[in-house]
């Protein structure tokens, strides 16, 4: 099961990359968690073993892969249901 600070590490991870096209710096997810280098360093090992990520090269942050973007264990919010046609829309 995945900790508060990884599944938030993990989102922030990927709306960086979808957002800017990159992973973010450590300054970055300090900047933006409020937690030391040590902490993160902890955490993005921790996704590591979880196989949430791959991180092969330690010493930087920019090589790595997101494997999967959503917490396995959690809930997913349910979709917004499909809409038949124009009619339907106004009239639920």
């Known amino acids: 099961m995945m900790g508060d600070l990884e599944r938030k590490l993990l989102r922030i991870m990927c709306n ?5 096209y990159r992973i973010p710096t450590m300054d970055e997810i300090v900047i933006k968690t409020g937690r030391s280098v040590k902490d993160l360093t902890s955490a993005l090992t921790e ?5 949430y990520i ?4 330690k010493t930087k942050l920019s090589g790595i ?7 396995r264990d959690g809930v997913t919010p349910p979709s917004p249901p ?3 046609n124009d ?3 106004w009239t639920s």
Do not use: A, G
């Open 65 to 71: 892969v997101i494997l999967e973007d959503e917490d």
């Open 82 to 84: 499909l809409i038949q």
């Open 16 to 20: 960086f990359k979808v957002m800017r």
């Open 87 to 89: 009619i339907t829309y």
């Open 47 to 51: 996704l590591e073993q979880q196989r």
């Open 54 to 57: 791959y991180w092969e090269d």
